[in-house]
């Protein structure tokens, strides 16, 4: 006849706070911390890299347009040529000899041009990819202009060492290496016992009515730590893995930075270098052109043969692509020193 159910109507507010006594959640934080920097840094190296792609991009275009130009242009000098040399041959003032050699060598400059297109066009479909955009707006964007963009004669690169720093992705991987070196620290609090408070405050009563009478209300609070000493093998393992990954995060870092020293140190040889031939070439293109004209005159005049003609042409076009080529990696090498 005992009635042996008991109704309990309760509400309440549980928490634990826990003393960062050995400072394992501050290096948490502080991995938390380095990490989100790490991959803003990330993020900051892809656009660096993707900026420099569509600067190089573009001057590969130039380029490629004026290589295109030179072939065009040397097109008409030789067809001139091939027109002297059939007059001449139907003048019976040379052999067929010369006809054969000048149409081969127009011919041959003529299937230059087809490969300069395709390449020219799987640039501008690799521009469009980068810049998000449909091939035909392209054309809109790179207007009229066809020359490759001009270089400073020299550039202002400062201290290497805040050159270095500059990088995105070398802070990123000194941001990586930090993170982990504070994963050691969390580790390492395992180690030692942890000290918490845990309570609660709330409302308890037999009947729901209950729980707005002064007396409803109830409180707890228990103090207690926790410290896992059998587990000490495995805590102790962690630790050692923690502070392997962190020397690998080191050298990593360490490589990063010897990558980027090199990396610039090309870019800046590059484009010093490729800045001498330029003005080697120059001299070059300016003599092989007044070669072609000399020879082509004598040849009309009948001073020379045909071969004359035919090597200073020839190379005229190897000299005109070759500081094309020069032109614009010289660009080039100056985007890779900015990258």
């Given at each position: 006849?005992?009635?042996?159910?008991?109704?309990?109507?309760?509400?309440?507010?549980?928490?634990?706070?826990?003393?960062?006594?050995?400072?394992?959640?501050?290096?948490?934080?502080?991995?938390?911390?380095?990490?989100?920097?790490?991959?803003?840094?990330?993020?900051?190296?892809?656009?660096?890299?993707?900026?420099?792609?569509?600067?190089?991009?573009?001057?590969?275009?130039?380029?490629?347009?004026?290589?295109?130009?030179?072939?065009?242009?040397?097109?008409?000098?030789?067809?001139?040529?091939?027109?002297?040399?059939?007059?001449?041959?139907?003048?019976?003032?040379?052999?067929?000899?010369?006809?054969?050699?000048?149409?081969?060598?127009?011919?041959?400059?003529?299937?230059?041009?087809?490969?300069?297109?395709?390449?020219?066009?799987?640039?501008?479909?690799?521009?469009?990819?980068?810049?998000?955009?449909?091939?035909?707006?392209?054309?809109?964007?790179?207007?009229?202009?066809?020359?490759?963009?001009?270089?400073?004669?020299?550039?202002a690169v400062g201290i290497p060492a805040d050159?270095?720093?500059?990088?995105?992705?070398?802070?990123?991987?000194?941001?990586?290496?930090?993170?982990?070196?504070?994963?050691?620290?969390?580790?390492?609090?395992?180690?030692?016992?942890?000290?918490?408070l845990a309570g609660s405050l709330g409302l308890?009563?037999?009947?729901?009515?209950?729980?707005?009478?002064?007396?409803?209300?109830?409180?707890?609070?228990?103090?207690?730590?926790?410290?896992?000493?059998?587990?000490?093998?495995?805590?102790?393992?962690?630790?050692?893995?923690?502070?392997?990954r962190f020397e690998q995060a080191v050298t990593?870092?360490?490589?990063?930075?010897?990558?980027?020293?090199?990396?610039?140190?090309?870019?800046?040889?590059?484009?010093?270098?490729?800045?001498?031939?330029?003005?080697?070439?120059?001299?070059?293109?300016?003599?092989?052109?007044?070669?072609?004209?000399?020879?082509?005159?004598?040849?009309?005049?009948?001073?020379?043969?045909?071969?004359?003609?035919?090597?200073?042409?020839?190379?005229?076009?190897?000299?005109?692509?070759?500081?094309?080529?020069?032109?614009?990696?010289?660009?080039?090498?100056?985007?890779?020193?900015?990258?």
């Open positions: 006849g005992v009635d042996r159910s008991v109704g309990v109507w309760s509400a309440s507010f549980d928490a634990t706070w826990e003393a960062d006594v050995w400072g394992k959640f501050a290096r948490g934080v502080e991995a938390a911390d380095a990490n989100l920097a790490a991959n803003m840094l990330n993020y900051d190296a892809v656009l660096v890299t993707l900026t420099g792609d569509v600067a190089a991009l573009y001057t590969s275009i130039r380029t490629l347009q004026e290589r295109l130009d030179y072939a065009r242009e040397n097109v008409k000098l030789q067809t001139r040529a091939l027109d002297l040399a059939n007059s001449r041959f139907e003048l019976g003032a040379t052999s067929e000899l010369d006809v054969q050699q000048a149409k081969g060598l127009v011919f041959n400059t003529k299937s230059l041009i087809p490969v300069y297109l395709l390449t020219l066009e799987r640039a501008q479909n690799a521009l469009s990819f980068l810049l998000g955009m449909p091939p035909s707006n392209l054309q809109t964007m790179l207007g009229s202009s066809r020359d490759i963009p001009a270089a400073p004669a020299s550039i050159l270095l720093r500059r990088r995105p992705d070398v802070r990123a991987a000194e941001m990586a290496a930090a993170a982990q070196s504070a994963n050691i620290g969390v580790s390492q609090a395992d180690l030692y016992p942890s000290f918490a308890a009563g037999g009947t729901f009515s209950d729980l707005f009478d002064g007396g409803a209300v109830t409180g707890l609070i228990t103090p207690f730590f926790q410290w896992n000493i059998l587990n000490y093998g495995r805590i102790k393992n962690n630790v050692r893995v923690q502070d392997a990593s870092y360490q490589n990063t930075a010897l990558a980027a020293a090199r990396e610039v140190q090309d870019g800046l040889q590059g484009f010093l270098r490729t800045q001498e031939q330029v003005g080697h070439l120059d001299n070059a293109v300016i003599a092989s052109a007044r070669a072609a004209e000399i020879a082509l005159e004598q040849y009309s005049q009948g001073a020379t043969d045909y071969t004359r003609v035919l090597n200073s042409q020839t190379s005229l076009l190897q000299q005109q692509d070759t500081l094309t080529a020069a032109r614009g990696q010289v660009v080039s090498n100056l985007v890779a020193t900015y990258k």
